[in-house]
């Protein structure tokens, strides 16, 4: 799994599958049902940390299910698989806008969905329309209303794949969407250029509060262990500085969350995923 994720961690998986299309994606998840292997469907695993022992089961990815389609007057909707930079791109062809946020979030709406994934206080699921999901071997929309969701997080039921998400837009000059993205990806150039692999912050911000903040009065900035550390750029990514297991990653996050609780009495929640074996 090191090969599918940015924090470049994690043992073999199983199974490996890439479905085609809906057809073959139910037909997969079938066969998996009745020989009971469990299945985890990822995007492009820039928020999860995969354990060394790698994951019992199948590994589903949806980059083959990337179309963006206009559904009707100011809605467009997007499969699990499409970039997030493509559909912001999409709708600023279109003249449309508000979800620029998400231009520089490295991934697929896929796994945005699944995060919440945001950005300057603001979050792709107050932007979402309706979710169309697997549940269950059936194909359903659900509307944001029938969901619980919150910050950097929306409650699926195991098994449950996200297949596409639409969102209903704003009207938008296309040069002021060019702009906003523009902008977007300047400040993560200058803020988060951390010269190594990272999963982006590895810790949620807990209410009112900076992680980083909170990391740095911990005296945590630079921390190492193996080949894990605390970014000396941005001190909640946790990077990748050669050949760091996903153990190191776990020690090192144990020894932030004892340092800032002992520090400040505030206990860090990881936002990375964490899956598969020790
Ligand atoms: C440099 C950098 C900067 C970042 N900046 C931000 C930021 O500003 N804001 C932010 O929110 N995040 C940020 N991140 C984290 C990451 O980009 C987001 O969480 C992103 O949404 C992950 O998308 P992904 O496709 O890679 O999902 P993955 O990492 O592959 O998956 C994430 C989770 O979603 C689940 N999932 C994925 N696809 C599906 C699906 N189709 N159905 C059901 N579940 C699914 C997976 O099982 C997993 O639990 C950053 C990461 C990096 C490396």
Redesign the pocket.
């Known amino acids: 799994m090191s090969l599918?994720?940015?924090l470049k961690t994690g043992g073999p998986v199983d199974l490996y599958a890439i479905p085609e299309d809906t057809a073959d994606l139910q037909n997969l998840l079938s066969w998996l049902g009745r020989q009971n292997i469990p299945w985890?469907?990822?995007?492009?695993?820039?928020?999860?940390l995969v354990r060394d022992g790698g994951i019992r089961g199948a590994v589903?990815s949806?980059e083959r299910?990337d179309r963006i389609d206009v559904i009707e007057e100011g809605v467009i909707r997007a499969e699990?698989?499409a970039?997030?930079l493509a559909v912001v791109r999409f709708a600023q062809r279109i003249g449309r806008g508000g979800i620029g946020?998400?231009s520089?979030?490295?991934?697929?709406?896929?796994?945005?969905?699944?995060?919440?994934?945001?950005?300057y206080g603001e979050?792709?699921l107050e932007r979402t329309e309706y979710l169309t999901?697997?549940r269950g071997g059936k194909i359903s929309d659900y509307r944001m209303t029938e969901l619980d969701y919150g910050y950097?997080h929306l409650r699926?039921e195991d098994g449950?794949?996200?297949?596409a998400a639409a969102f209903r837009l704003d009207e938008r000059e296309p040069s002021h969407t060019e702009e906003e993205i523009r902008k977007d990806l300047e400040l993560?150039r200058s803020k988060?250029n951390?010269g190594y692999?990272?999963?982006?912050?590895f810790f949620k911000n807990p209410h009112g509060q900076a992680a980083w903040r909170l990391i740095d009065a911990a005296g945590m900035r630079g921390e190492k262990v193996g080949g894990a550390q605390v970014s000396e750029v941005h001190s909640n990514?946790l990077v990748n500085t050669g050949n760091a297991t996903a153990q190191d990653f776990l020690d090192l996050a144990a020894i932030v969350k004892n340092a800032v609780f002992a520090s400040s009495g505030v206990k860090l929640e990881e936002?990375?995923?964490i899956?598969g074996e020790t």
């Open positions: 599918h994720t940015s985890l469907p990822i995007g492009k695993g820039y928020n999860l589903i949806l299910f699990a698989g970039e997030n946020f998400i520089g979030i490295p991934g697929t709406i896929g796994g945005a969905i699944k995060m919440n994934a945001g950005a979050g792709i999901l697997l950097r699926l449950d794949i996200v297949l993560r988060h951390v692999p990272s999963a982006g912050s990514f936002e990375v995923r899956v």
